[in-house]
């Protein structure tokens, strides 16, 4: 196909409707939308349903783009996560509290939280507070001093076998995952927002929460906004 667009996609999928969204980038201008209301008394993902909707749109997009739709970003219902909220701290006595030393404990915390969540990946890791010698600070601060340094840190985890049953539908059409977004937590961004959650999520992939962790894929590693401080990869 020739005269290509620079584009994004992205699919929210909740119990309720299904959403497609075609945007240019980057000035995310949005060139196709389409939503699927459901009526569905579960909580529970209609995939069959979603299969449907994806046999609807997915070609009639690649024709507007002139161009195939090879990735996908996917913003997922709340209520398909689990969440687990995790406390960590290290005693710098011998060096200075840096950066060095909170990347070291980062990677503490993503280790140990994979040994509690199972079959589960991590979607979103969050730094609610960072603490030295217990004062409490909303964003990291370097010490001139050696000291105890402390993290509260929210995850929000996802089943690997529902990612794979995700993968199998999207897979009929020759496109994959590139990203994945838990609605509730992009939501809560969107109070003083006049964009849509599509353009939030755009954001907030791209590090626009300066106390989240960006996870990036080993295959498909970006510079973002949080990596000039950590460098972590899923």
């Known amino acids: 196909m020739s005269n290509k667009i620079n584009f994004e996609i992205f699919l929210l999928i909740n119990p309720k409707k299904i959403v497609i969204s075609a945007n240019t980038f980057p000035e995310f201008k949005n060139i196709y939308e389409k939503e699927f209301k459901l009526e569905n008394t579960s909580e529970q993902i209609d995939f069959e349903k979603l299969d449907f909707f994806l046999s609807q749109n997915?070609?009639?997009?690649?024709?507007?783009?002139?161009?195939?739709?090879?990735?996908?970003?996917v913003i997922i219902d709340?209520?398909?996560?689990?969440?687990?909220?995790?406390?960590?701290?290290?005693?710098?006595?011998?060096?200075?509290?840096?950066?060095?030393?909170?990347?070291?404990?980062?990677?503490?915390?993503k280790e140990n939280c994979k040994k509690t969540i199972d079959d589960r990946k991590i979607i979103h890791m969050i730094i609610k507070n960072y603490y030295i010698d217990n004062i409490k600070y909303s964003s990291f601060t370097e010490s001139n001093k050696s000291g105890i340094l402390s993290l509260d840190?929210?995850?929000i985890c996802l089943s690997?076998?529902?990612?794979?049953?995700?993968?199998?539908?999207?897979?009929k059409y020759q496109i994959s995952i590139d990203k994945i977004a838990c609605e509730d937590y992009v939501r809560n961004f969107l109070i003083n927002d006049k964009k849509n959650i599509f353009y939030m999520t755009k954001k907030i992939l791209d590090g626009y929460n300066s106390n989240e962790v960006l996870l990036v894929n080993k295959k498909q590693k970006n510079e973002g906004f949080f990596?000039?401080?950590f460098n972590f990869f899923d």
């Open 58 to 73: 997915i070609l009639k997009i690649e024709k507007i783009l002139n161009d195939f739709i090879k990735r996908i970003n």
């Open 78 to 109: 709340q209520k398909q996560f689990f969440p687990l909220d995790l406390s960590i701290k290290k005693n710098n006595y011998e060096n200075f509290i840096n950066h060095e030393s909170l990347n070291y404990l980062l990677n503490e915390a």
């Open 153 to 155: 840190l929210s995850f």
């Open 160 to 171: 690997n076998s529902f990612i794979k049953i995700l993968e199998k539908n999207l897979k």
């Open 227 to 229: 990596e000039k401080f």
